[in-house]
């Protein structure tokens, strides 16, 4: 089992940048590719981006494509999500969460995530 803890959100104004952590606790992180979630007031939680386990690929949706990069430091058990050129519509509360499925469709894929973090909430003003 392993715990994940989010940090770095805040308030930014349009076009900032924030940096998003993803902290996690018992088992090794290496273990699990992880993905990033979000979800806005009235909406459902929608995919963000993932990373495979050992950090070689990526995948992101399109609407931040160019904006937003996934890395991952298993030596230090913490993914991130650097978000840049940040708009209104970026608001919401981000959530990590490990799959331990290691493939393309299983890291867009919600429903394979085992574990999630509290969210942390990213609120851009126009």
């Known amino acids: 089992q392993v715990q994940l803890v989010e940090s770095g959100g805040g308030l930014v104004q349009a076009g900032g940048s924030l940096r998003l952590s993803c902290a996690a606790s018992?088992?090794?992180?290496?273990?699990?590719?992880m993905g990033w979630f979000r979800q806005a007031p009235g909406k459902e939680r929608e995919f963000v981006g993932g990373?495979?386990?050992?950090?070689?690929?990526?995948d992101y949706a399109d609407f931040v494509k160019g904006r937003f990069t996934i890395s991952r430091d298993n030596a230090k058990n913490t993914v991130y999500l650097r978000m840049n050129s940040l708009k209104p519509e970026d608001t919401a509360v981000y959530y990590c969460?490990?799959?331990?499925?290691?493939?393309?469709?299983?890291?867009?894929?919600?429903?394979?995530?085992?574990?999630w973090g509290q969210g942390t909430q990213v609120t851009v003003s126009s």
């Open positions: 969460a490990a799959n331990q499925e290691n493939t393309r469709v299983a890291i867009t894929t919600t429903v394979k995530y085992e574990y």
């Open positions: 018992g088992r090794t992180l290496s273990s699990y590719a």
């Open positions: 990373i495979s386990r050992a950090g070689k690929w990526t």
